[in-house]
């Protein structure tokens, strides 16, 4: 091989690499799930998530992910919720996966909520920090709910997002008050990223799956 035909390959390979960084880093930024607003309006709005053990389909189907019901009581895949600001939010989550646990017992007790959480419609003032399956938590707002997750052993278990209310579930409440406008990540802070990385990779560093973000309106 010349030596122009090798310099030739050597730059052609480095194009073809840099090609498909700059894919990856793009399509990272760009896809950004639909926004769903809550019900209801500023003073007081409510939000309905749902968490799922695995999306079933799709590019990430063994993926673990929150889900929010839309106006007409359809089910969006995303975690990109509008609500008003200076309001009272009522969040309700219908938690279908199973207990994963948290590193970090402190936050086994909800923070920053207003009123008691509830569990399966028990006040429920902490929750054993091995039996939260997830977290919803928004730093910025001081805001931190650990979800009860299902029994290993619970009978008929989702397995195909989104879940019915005929699969098993717990059920969570809580209400928290949002103040000035502007965008808020929120996330999950239960290692539940199965097959990654401390649990931390995939699905636990991907909005849309146990990342999210909270427009305040
Ligand atoms: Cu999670």
Same mark, same amino acid.
Do not use: F
């Given at each position: 091989m010349t030596r122009s035909a090798k310099l030739a390959g050597v730059f052609g390979g480095i194009a073809a690499v840099a090609a498909l960084v700059a894919y990856y880093i793009v399509s990272y930024l760009i896809v950004v799930p639909p926004s769903v607003a809550a019900a209801g309006q500023a003073p007081r709005a409510s939000v309905t998530l749902q968490t799922v053990?695995?999306? !079933?389909? !799709?590019?990430?189907? /063994?993926w673990v992910s929150y889900f929010v019901e839309d106006a007409r009581g359809k089910w969006v895949h995303s975690t990109v919720l509008t609500v008003p600001a200076n309001s009272l939010v009522k969040v309700t989550v219908l938690q279908y996966d199973t207990a994963t646990g948290l590193r970090n017992p402190y936050w086994g007790g909800p923070r920053g909520i207003v009123g008691e959480m509830v569990l399966d419609g028990k006040p429920t003032?902490?929750? /054993?920090?091995?039996?939260?399956?997830?977290t919803f938590a928004v730093p910025e707002l001081g805001l931190s709910v650990p979800l009860a997750g299902v029994a290993d052993?619970?009978?008929?278990?989702? !397995?195909?997002?989104?879940?019915?209310?005929?699969e098993a579930h717990r059920t969570i409440t809580f209400v928290f008050r949002t103040g000035k406008r502007g965008t808020y990540r929120w996330q999950c802070f239960v290692p539940c990223a199965f097959g990654t990385i401390l649990g931390f990779g995939g699905p636990m560093q991907s909005i849309g799956y146990m990342d999210g973000l909270l427009h305040v309106v």
């Open positions: 053990a695995s999306m !079933g389909y !799709g590019p990430h189907p /063994d003032p902490t929750l /054993d920090p091995d039996l939260a399956s997830h052993d619970a009978k008929n278990q989702c !397995g195909l997002a989104p879940c019915t209310l005929a």
